[in-house]
């Protein structure tokens, strides 16, 4: 673990439940979950390793294992982010990651029971944002049963049309576009996999590479042919 790292770059939420351990093993956690945080979008499976050792010294710490549990995730590990995710909701009873947990269900290749677990919890009582994600792992449920049509209904929506610019939005555009793909409508999918790339800002989805792929461009192949005109 770098040196540099101090614990004290935690977010306030955690930190205040790190309060109750002993102030030495605090900052251990501390340290770890921050470590963790810091690699996790180049190395998931290093920051897996930073949270399973925060939590072998704080298990009973909900930011800990969700921790774990998005670190596995990240990873792949759908098991154990399934397992981690499961703790977390019975410690906080917050349903929040219910369609993460349903992502995993069909990483696992269960798909009927990602459908079962979004059943089980009603879209009232979920914030907006994670109502879209919750129909997006739906309708990747429905795609993974044969059922493509029924995901596009999943999908459609004013929100796929917003003009306000949500965190989810590339993401719900994303699913739209490659469920129409699915449905061998071609031109309509490239024409959402561009508006996916529109508001994709942070670059979350490869949707400028599947249009590109629709629309017939080799990036490659150009760059050779620039190469041999060149030379």
Excluded: H, N
């Excluded at 459609?156 to 994303?174: M, N």
């Amino acid at each position: 673990m770098p040196d540099e790292i101090t614990g004290k770059e935690i977010d306030r939420r955690v930190a205040a439940e790190l309060r109750t351990l002993p102030e030495g093993l605090a900052e251990q956690v501390a340290r770890l979950l921050v470590a963790a945080s810091m690699v996790i979008d180049e190395d998931p499976q290093a920051a897996l390793v930073f949270a399973q050792e925060a939590k072998r010294k704080a298990a009973r710490i909900a930011p800990v294992r969700e921790a774990v549990g998005v670190a596995a995730y990240a990873a792949g590990d759908f098991a154990e982010a399934l397992s981690e995710f499961r703790a977390l909701r019975r410690m906080t009873g917050d349903d929040a990651y219910v369609p993460v947990m349903a992502d995993c269900e069909r990483g696992l290749r269960r798909p009927r029971k990602a459908l079962e677990l979004l059943a089980t919890v009603p879209d009232s009582s979920l914030a907006p944002d994670t109502r879209v994600e919750s129909r997006i792992v739906a309708a990747g449920a429905r795609r993974d049963l044969g059922q493509p049509d029924a995901a596009l209904l999943l999908l459609q929506g004013p929100d796929l049309t917003t003009r306000r610019t949500e965190p989810w939005l590339a993401r719900l555009r994303y699913a739209y576009a490659d469920t129409l793909l699915d449905l061998g409508r071609v031109d309509e999918a490239a024409m959402w996999f561009a508006r996916s790339m529109e508001v994709d800002l942070d670059a979350e989805t490869d949707a400028a590479d599947r249009l590109a792929e629709l629309q017939g461009v080799t990036f490659g192949d150009d760059w050779e042919d620039d190469e041999s005109a060149s030379d």
